[in-house]
């Protein structure tokens, strides 16, 4: 799939005008994963956001006895790794490709270049990140507290 397609129908883009689309797009890295590779792990220093455009990728964490417990399956158009792009710390979980996978790559650095050429839409993706990781917060608490 084009890159400015996968940017476009991602939620966290909803709003941006057709050149902050396109911006973003030329941006954007193509990264392809092959079933099984691990794209990053619990512990490496994060600053990418992640779209998945095709296959599947698994989130999980390490339990006290080093084995990976699943947490989530993601598919298109699903996206991971925004922390890394708010605060720049440890990465949460590990995320491997369940399936062959082709993802889009943002880094910090990608979007403080956008945020110069255009803050407005800038500032909607910052907000559109805080609503994502509002939701996956308030579904994390609802699994604990087995409301879910």
Same mark, same amino acid.
């Given at each position: @799939?084009?890159?400015?397609? #996968?940017?476009?129908?991602?939620? !966290?883009?909803? @709003? ?35 779209? %998945? ?5 698994? #989130? ?16 298109? *158009?699903?996206?991971?790794?925004? @922390?890394? !792009? ?13 399936? $062959?996978?082709? !993802? ?5 650095? $990608? %979007? ?6 255009? *803050? $407005?839409?800038?500032?909607?993706? #910052? #907000? ?8 996956? %917060? ?5 699994? !604990?507290?087995?409301?879910?």
């Amino acid at each position: @799939m084009e890159k400015l397609a #996968v940017i476009a129908a991602s939620p !966290l883009f909803e @709003m941006l005008a057709p050149q902050e689309l396109s911006r973003l797009a030329e941006l954007a890295r193509t990264l392809h994963c092959t079933a099984g590779e691990v794209i990053f792990e619990e512990g490496d220093l994060g600053d990418s956001l992640f779209l %998945l455009t095709r296959g599947q990728v698994e #989130v999980a964490r390490r339990g006290r006895d080093g084995t990976l417990h699943p947490l989530a399956l993601l598919s298109p *158009p699903e996206f991971f790794g925004e @922390m890394g !792009l708010i605060d720049k710390d440890y990465r949460s979980a590990t995320v491997r490709a369940h399936t $062959d996978a082709h !993802l889009l790559q943002l880094t910090a650095q $990608d %979007l403080r270049v956008f945020r110069q050429s255009h *803050p $407005d839409g800038f500032t909607f993706v #910052v #907000v559109n990140i805080a609503r994502s990781l509002a939701a996956r %917060l308030r579904e994390a608490n609802a699994r !604990l507290s087995g409301n879910h």
